[in-house]
Nanobody, 124 residues
Framework: QVQLVESGGGLVQAGGSLRLSCAAS????????MGWFRQAPGKEREFVAA????????AYADSVKGRFIISRDNAKNTLYLQMSTLKPEDTAVYHC?????????????????WGQGTQVTVSS
């Protein structure tokens, strides 16, 4: 099992940027496909982005494509989400998650290990 801890959330104005980090410990970080999901109040948790074990093949939700970049540093056991041109509708708790599936996926059920999340609030 891998343990995940997110950081980097906060309050930002619309149009601003934030960089989220997810520190992993426990089992070998590079053996997992990693992803970011978010959950706004009253809404279901939704896919944001995912990345393959080697750091390539990023996948994004249409709502964040062109604005967010997912990356990872396997030497530092850390996953990142660079968020730019933020919008009020990006406000949510952001969770990182780990998957042992063979391919990058956007399905929440493919990810078995989750962090507690970090709050991102975008003001208009």
């Amino acid at each position: 099992q891998v343990q995940l801890v997110e950081s980097g959330g906060g309050l930002v104005q619309a149009g601003g940027s934030l960089r989220l980090s997810c520190a992993a410990s426990g089992r070998t970080f590079s053996s997992y496909i990693m992803g970011w999901f978010r959950q706004a109040p009253g809404k279901e948790r939704e896919f944001v982005a995912a990345i393959a074990r080697s750091g390539d093949l990023p996948a994004y939700a249409d709502s964040v494509k062109g604005r967010f970049i997912i990356s990872r540093d396997n030497a530092k056991n850390t996953l990142y989400l660079q968020m730019s041109t933020l919008k009020p509708e990006d406000t949510a708790v952001y969770h990182c998650a780990a998957s042992t599936r063979l391919q990058v996926s956007d399905r929440r059920t493919d990810f078995r290990s989750w962090g507690q999340g970090t709050q991102v609030t975008v003001s208009s």
